[in-house]
């Protein structure tokens, strides 16, 4: 089992910035992919970004270049920096982890809310 704990959501400014955080803890040595999702009001709940265990990443077209997906495996820890902010980035935003055996693990989420 895996257990995900995200932090770091709140209310900011159009323009602003702001990093997630997820805290891992369990079987992390069976992820082989990170990766933080959002559910934006009334929406399905899409890929943002993720990378694989080899620290190769992928990106939503909507965030390229204003996202960006690292994890520190010393800390068991994996952050979502996220810039230049749009009020079309509002959204729970949850982290993810695909386990080699095809398990999905998600946090509770965080919620982001990006005023104009």
């Known amino acids: 089992q895996v257990q995900l704990m995200e932090s770091g959501g709140g209310v900011v400014q159009a323009g602003g910035s702001l990093r997630l955080s997820c805290s891992a803890s369990g079987s992390i040595r069976s992820i082989n992919r990170w990766g933080w999702y959002r559910q934006g009001p009334g929406k399905q709940r899409d890929l943002v970004a993720h990378?694989?265990?080899?620290?190769?990443?992928e990106y939503a077209d909507s965030v390229k270049g204003r996202f960006t997906i690292s994890r520190d495996n010393a800390k068991n820890m994996v952050y979502l920096q996220m810039n230049s902010l749009k009020p079309e980035d509002t959204a729970v935003y949850y982290c993810?982890?695909?386990?080699?055996?095809?398990?999905?693990?998600w946090g509770q989420g965080t919620q982001v809310t990006v005023s104009s």
């Open positions: 993810h982890g695909l386990s080699s055996m095809h398990f999905n693990y």
């Open positions: 990378m694989w265990s080899g620290g190769s990443t």
